[in-house]
């Protein structure tokens, strides 16, 4: 059975950063596309940053490139993202998924497993 456990999450002031992690278990993951995806209130879920587990080809979206950074740790089979100069608009919850897939994949539904999110907060 596949799990995938964030952790991380928290309250930092505006310009400050956070370290979340994925903690994936229940199968290999070297066939599979890693994604980040935050919802805010009120909101619809978004792509924020996705990985191939094989090679550590990145993407990320445009409100977030330059600022954070997503990695894995194949031998903890975990995933990071590294959230730098944080704004207030950040605050989600964010949620780490797998894709069974190789190709990018930035959309909610191409994701077949998911966590169960971990709170950012950003104050001003």
């Known amino acids: 059975q596949v799990q995938l456990v964030e952790s991380g999450g928290g309250l930092v002031q505006a310009g400050g950063s956070l370290r979340l992690s994925c903690a994936a278990s229940?199968?290999?993951?070297?066939?599979?596309?890693m994604g980040w995806f935050r919802q805010a209130p009120g909101k619809e879920r978004e792509f924020v940053a996705a990985?191939?587990?094989?090679?550590?080809?990145?993407y990320y979206a445009d409100s977030v490139k330059g600022r954070f950074t997503i990695s894995r740790d194949n031998a903890k089979n975990t995933v990071y993202l590294q959230m730098d100069s944080l704004r207030p608009e950040d605050t989600a919850v964010y949620y780490c998924?797998?894709?069974?897939?190789?190709?990018?994949?930035?959309?909610?539904?191409?994701?077949?497993?998911w966590g169960q999110g971990t709170q950012v907060t950003v104050s001003s």
């Open positions: 229940g199968r290999t993951f070297s066939s599979y596309t």
């Open positions: 998924a797998a894709a069974g897939t190789i190709r990018v994949v930035t959309r909610a539904y191409e994701y077949d497993y």
């Open positions: 990985i191939r587990w094989r090679g550590g080809s990145t």
